[in-house]
């Protein structure tokens, strides 16, 4: 079965200080890999994909990801964390050959001031 | 004004009651999603339409029904409520060309007493 895993509920980093969000995938075929950021009351926010090409994936506020193929991993990252970068962040994998999507069950990020 | 409107945004009701969530989109998106969170959980998908005549089930879609009047409408409903569809609500939208859902209504919470 395809699935995506996100092995952190939450992840506590000093404001400045790089972050790192993890996810996990099992996929058939090439992946379709996805982030969103989910702040309070609000909906997701699309943040980054990774269709093809470079592993290092730019996205919006700074964030970036990096697709490991080898490690079935496509992870969060950004150099120097915000406070008001607090927030629920999501991966999401597309199913191969479908148009649905499966998402993670979140991991809640927390940036110390 | 919002992209992807929802409403009601809070909605409290009891067992066996027939409940209608609507969403509208402003973005002029062809396809559109209803998903629902659950805390642990993620998000899992209801049901999604890619154009007005098109209506597909999702991984959960018992006991739902949806409704696409229109290119920006997509209303979701619960026939006979039952304390376990207690849930966040969210609606999203896709262009034909992006593929995964980018925009998302602000949500509907729903409890079922």
């Known amino acids: 079965a395809q699935s995506v895993a996100q092995p952190e509920d939450q992840v506590n980093v000093a404001e400045g200080n790089p972050l790192t969000v993890k996810c996990t995938y099992s996929v058939s075929g090439n992946p379709y890999l996805f982030w969103y950021v989910q702040y309070p009351n609000r909906g997701l926010q699309f943040l980054l994909k990774?269709?093809?090409?470079?592993?290092l994936v730019k996205g919006s506020y700074g964030f970036e990801a990096e697709f490991n193929k080898s490690q079935t991993s496509f992870h969060l990252k950004k150099p120097s964390a915000l406070v008001s970068d607090s927030a629920l962040y999501f991966c999401a994998v597309r199913v191969t050959g479908t148009y649905k999507y499966i998402f993670g069950t979140g991991t809640r990020l927390k940036v110390l001031a | 004004d919002a992209d992807v409107t929802q409403t009601p945004r809070n909605r409290i009701t009891k067992t066996g009651k027939r409940i209608m969530l609507e969403c509208s989109q402003t973005?002029?998106?062809?396809?559109m999603y209803w998903y629902r969170q659950d805390p642990g959980l993620g998000l899992r998908l209801i049901y999604y339409s890619f154009d007005v005549k098109d209506i597909n089930k999702g991984e959960i879609s018992d006991g739902y029904s949806v409704s696409r009047q229109a290119q920006a409408k997509f209303s979701l409903s619960l026939e006979s409520a039952i304390p376990n569809q207690t849930a966040l609500y969210f609606c999203?939208?896709?262009?034909?060309?992006?593929?995964?859902?980018?925009?998302f209504g602000d949500g509907t919470r729903l409890s079922i007493l």
């Open positions: 990774y269709i093809t090409g470079d592993n």
């Open positions: 973005k002029g998106h062809d396809r």
């Open positions: 999203a939208t896709s262009d034909s060309t992006g593929g995964q859902p980018q925009h």
